[in-house]
């Protein structure tokens, strides 16, 4: 009885662990974050920032001042406060979440909405997540979440293939639809120079014979020649080239193409055909020709039969 409960017991572990074992994995399988419901109301931000002076006042709040102090008074404006909002001053909280959300709506693809940022340290990096953001506002809580970077330099923002600018540039581009599809938009880098940097974006479509494969993003491209080649825009043949190759015109492009394909096909079926009916002729002559060396094959047997049958006629006289 003893060893028929232990069996049972063992049975009823054995599943148990095999159920949450199913569990866990479905769990650990979910990417991380997917399922948080982040806003910039997270932030818990309670600093002034480093534009500003912090003072206590008289009523005992403790305010960040915009401006120069007097006799330890604020002589300029109050930007905000650590303590409670109190009429005609926010809290730095409230301050803080507005900060973020501006810079998320200007500045961060939709890929990656959530902005962060160390207010404490004006050398931390800056940029944008897809994940939520710790409440400090500092990193992304998720470090494998995708993000991008935002660069104290306008040229590391236009050119660095990680930056936001770069990233929102790609998610603006629509790839002109072939098929039905539109593909997605291809970063192609700087190698021949330094890897870190963007060269252009493109629109890359599966091969058909005698169908453009690429077309390109003309911004991107414009800003490559800018760093590349930059006296390009006094040389038309790079405008010329831009123009016919840009994706804005990459339909009328595969449709001349089309055109050319169909060009070159129809005269191919012309030469086949011109072809064909030059092997047809060939052999028209050639049976004639046989069948006319055939008969006058036939023709000379029996003028030999006929000569010999008049030879030995002439003999029996």
């Not at 169908?211 to 993003?217: I, K």
């Not at 006929?306 to 006629?313: G, I, P, S, T, Y």
Request: net charge neutral; hydrophobic share 30%; glycine share 4%.
């Amino acid at each position: 009885m003893a060893s028929k409960l232990t069996v049972t017991f063992l049975i009823t572990v054995t599943v148990a662990l095999l159920i949450a074992s199913y569990f866990l994995v479905k769990q650990s399988s979910i990417e991380p974050f997917q399922n948080a419901s982040y806003t910039v109301n997270d932030l818990d931000i309670n600093t002034c920032p480093a534009f500003t002076s912090e003072i206590q006042t008289a009523k005992g709040s403790t305010d960040c001042c915009q401006g120069d102090m007097v006799d330890g008074k604020c002589n300029g404006t109050t930007f905000c406060t650590k303590s409670p909002a109190y009429p005609g001053v926010k809290a730095c909280v409230d301050k803080w979440r507005e900060y973020f959300t501006e810079k998320g709506t200007n500045l961060c693809p939709a890929t990656m909405p959530n902005y962060f940022e160390d207010v404490t340290n004006s050398q931390a990096q800056k940029g944008c997540s897809a994940g939520p953001i710790v409440t400090d506002g500092s990193v992304p809580k998720d470090g494998s979440a995708k993000q991008c970077k935002i660069y104290p330099s306008e040229e590391d923002n236009r050119t660095k293939a990680d930056s936001c600018y770069v990233e929102k540039m790609r998610s603006r581009i629509q790839c002109p639809v072939v098929n039905g599809q539109s593909p997605p938009t291809t970063l192609q880098r700087w190698w021949w120079k330094d890897n870190s940097l963007l060269a252009f974006f493109t629109c890359n479509y599966p091969f058909e014979i005698g169908m453009p494969q690429m077309c390109y993003d003309r911004q991107s491209v414009e800003i490559y020649w800018d760093s590349a080649v930059p006296n390009w825009r006094t040389q038309s043949m790079y405008s010329q080239w831009l123009a016919r190759n840009a994706c804005a015109n990459y339909i009328n492009l595969r449709n001349e193409s089309q055109a050319e394909a169909n060009r070159l096909q129809a005269e191919q079926r012309a030469r086949e055909a011109a072809e064909k009916a030059r092997r047809e002729e060939e052999e028209r002559r050639r049976k004639a020709e046989e069948e006319a060396n055939r008969r006058a094959a036939e023709a000379s047997r029996l003028q030999q039969q006929l000569d010999e049958a008049n030879r030995r006629l002439q003999n029996c006289k």
